[in-house]
């Protein structure tokens, strides 16, 4: 059973970083395959989907963004699309009526003040309607390759429970982890926390006897720490051709190299 981590209130700031270096190393080694899980082939399109997945799912997302994107490809006709036909496509996405007033009036922004074309910074970015930091840098991180933090409720929970931050605004909680972690490695980051947060540790009941970082968190034994138990709790989604070690990686041995 993993010994509990000494408060990180009382963790030195170098320390802290070193041992959230060390689990991202170890959750990337879990998630190899970690990526943004929303469909795209152009900024456009990653934007669109973004504002889109709010209270809903990515893969519902995916179903119903390539009937809206053959309709009206490009800004230009999203922004002039008639909003009862735009409602009936984005209806399975829940919030139908908010979501096609959002893609409306994103689209006429881009359209009006950017020659129809996503805007590849920040600054610019968060002036479009519906589109926040959190927005901005999924699509600042995967579609142009700039790094960023996407600090979702997944991210905000696990970077908490790892005793990164206690920080709860999400613009403090993407400076504490910036702080944290290299520059090259926030995008990334932000993909491994995602997947880490919605297949091993859930809001409810983490699977902490099946988690490859528990030596390293300080709120392990906040779920089952049986290893057969938790293992029945994993909730893993793998990309195609992908397959999963059986048994999956666990808990670290004994002798792992204990940072602070």
Not at 25 to 35: K, S, V
Not at 113 to 132: A, E, I, M, S
Not at 222 to 250: H, I, Q, S
Request: one cysteine or more; glycine letters at 6%.
């Amino acid at each position: 059973m993993p010994a509990r981590l000494p408060d990180p209130a009382e963790e030195s700031p170098i320390a802290r970083t070193r041992r959230a270096r060390r689990m991202l190393r170890l959750l990337e080694e879990r998630y190899p395959y970690a990526h943004c899980e929303l469909d795209f082939q152009s900024p456009l399109q990653l934007l669109v989907a973004t504002v889109l997945s709010a209270q809903t799912t990515d893969v519902m997302v995916n179903k119903v963004t390539p009937t809206l994107f053959a309709r009206w490809p490009d800004a230009t006709a999203l922004a002039g699309a008639n909003r009862e036909e735009m409602e009936v496509v984005l209806k399975p996405t829940g919030f139908f009526r908010a979501k096609t007033e959002s893609v409306l009036r994103l689209s006429a922004d881009l359209v009006e003040r950017f020659d129809g074309v996503v805007p590849g910074r920040l600054k610019d970015l968060v002036t479009l309607h519906g589109v926040g930091r959190k927005t901005a840098n999924v699509v600042l991180g995967n579609a142009f390759g700039v790094p960023g933090l996407t600090v979702d409720t997944h991210f905000g929970r696990l970077v908490r429970r790892f005793g990164w931050t206690q920080e709860t605004d999400p613009v403090k909680v993407e400076a504490a982890v910036a702080a944290l972690l290299p520059r090259k490695d926030w995008t990334q980051a932000s993909h491994v926390l995602i997947f880490h947060g919605r297949r091993t540790c859930h809001a409810k009941r983490p699977a902490c006897g099946a988690c490859p970082v528990a030596r390293l968190c300080p709120s392990y034994g906040m779920g089952e720490t049986d290893p057969v138990k938790a293992r029945t709790l994993l909730a893993y989604e793998l990309a195609p051709g992908a397959e999963l070690p059986d048994p999956p990686p666990g808990p670290l041995s004994d002798d792992v190299d204990r940072v602070r």
